[in-house]
């Protein structure tokens, strides 16, 4: 079946623009999340939801950082006003529900920050 | 805080060679443990796991074992191949809370 889905895969963005990531996660999945990957590094947390609830958003670097899973399926992460210390590679993974369930990752969007 | 630390690569081998890539981790508590494969141009998958003290993950011919005493969770292959070429993740999860938390990542390349 398929996997998780993000786009746009690159993203190039002047400083101060506001950039949208999408991620679709696998159908049926209950929870989300977002990952940052800077380059050379392993992927920190951003922020989780169940279904359309966001219940942790304690990694989400600053204000700037936003992300939505409204119906309960598509998640976008919003970024506002980018800076350069943002280029990273932004990870979307699913699971089925809580707990002790495998995390599937999708390719992820890379994004530069001019 | 939790955090996973793993040795510094790259790692350079000649097929059939035995691997080790090393993971230590800080944690309170019983975290689950994870080793996560990143191959070139893919998503992170998930290799293998361990949920309690002594347990033993396996997959693909990989195995850690759950050290507790030693808060460890090192991955180890008896003969790596060209294939197994990718970047090795070691990572933890805390009872209690969704967010996985990921090593830096070891770089692993195997040459024919």
């Known amino acids: 079946g398929a996997g998780v889905s993000q786009s746009p895969r690159y993203k190039v963005a002047k400083r101060g623009q506001d950039v949208a990531l999408r991620c679709d996660p696998i159908s049926g999945h209950v929870s989300l999340f977002w990952y940052q990957q800077a380059l050379g590094q392993g992927p920190e947390f951003l922020t989780y939801?169940?279904?359309?609830?966001?219940?942790?958003k304690s990694g989400l670097p600053s204000d700037r950082f936003f992300a939505e899973r409204p119906e309960g399926s598509v998640s976008t992460l919003k970024i506002q006003r980018t800076q350069q210390e943002d280029s990273a590679v932004y990870l979307c993974?699913?699971?089925?529900?809580?707990?002790?369930?495998?995390?599937?990752f999708g390719p992820g969007t890379r994004l530069t920050v001019t | 805080g939790n955090s996973v630390t793993q040795m510094e690569g790259p790692v350079t081998l000649s097929e059939e060679a035995f691997l080790t890539i090393n993971c230590t981790y800080t944690a309170t508590g019983y975290p689950s443990l994870f080793w996560y494969v990143q191959y070139p141009g893919e998503g992170l998958q998930l290799l293998l796991k361990a949920t309690k003290a002594d347990d033993k993950g396996s997959n693909k011919g990989f195995e850690a074992t759950y050290r507790k005493e030693t808060t460890s969770f090192h991955l180890e292959k008896g003969s790596v191949q060209v294939s197994d070429s990718a970047v090795y993740f070691c990572a933890l999860r805390k009872g209690g809370s969704e967010k996985l938390v990921f090593g830096k990542g070891t770089k692993l390349t195997v040459n024919p």
């Open positions: 993974a699913s699971s089925v529900v809580r707990d002790n369930y495998e995390q599937y």
């Open positions: 939801f169940q279904n359309e609830a966001q219940l942790d």
